[in-house]
């Protein structure tokens, strides 16, 4: 298979058979396509769509801020509230009509878990008009983390 008895003339084959080493190689392939984890993972972000013949809409003048302070304390409008009452001043912003604007701020050392928990709040309560602002403190960290 891999060796051969060369010519007639008796000189041997200077030729090496690669047909094992390409077999070889396509298994490995297929193993290592196999063996990759599938990436799943995805963020589903709403972007909106550009309609420029609509005029934008005129700006709400009730606006909400939720500040999340790096005490990890949730406050609406200025004022300390719980996770329970959070709810509750969602579903009547949601109720009013017009809806008013929702603004959402973290702090940059606020826990992981108590930010998310806010905004799956926000997500049950189908709040449309809803906005992060002062991301410009987080640029720091994206700086930190590509110098040099």
């Known amino acids: 298979m891999a060796m051969s008895g060369g010519s007639d003339d008796g000189s041997p084959m200077m030729e090496m058979n690669t047909t094992p080493l390409i077999d070889v190689m396509l298994v490995l392939l297929i193993m290592f396509i196999i063996t990759i984890p599938v990436q799943t993972h995805a963020v589903k972000i709403d972007l909106p769509v550009d309609n420029s013949q609509n005029p934008p809409p005129p700006v709400d003048p009730v606006v909400n801020k939720v500040i999340i302070t790096p005490e990890n304390v949730i406050q609406w ?7 329970q009452q959070f ?6 912003s949601r109720q009013r009509s017009p809806e008013p604007e929702l603004q959402f701020q973290p702090s940059a050392t606020t826990r992981y878990v108590i930010v ?9 309560s189908g709040i449309t008009k ?6 410009e403190q987080f640029r720091q960290f994206g700086k930190a983390a590509t110098a040099p």
Not at 77 to 83: A, D, E, Q
Not at 87 to 92: F, G, I, T, Y
């Open 130 to 135: 809803f906005g992060f602002v002062g991301n």
């Open 116 to 124: 998310d928990e806010a905004l799956a709040s926000i997500k049950r």
């Open 77 to 83: 409008n200025g004022v300390p509230i719980t996770l």
């Open 87 to 92: 709810d509750q001043l969602l579903q009547e």
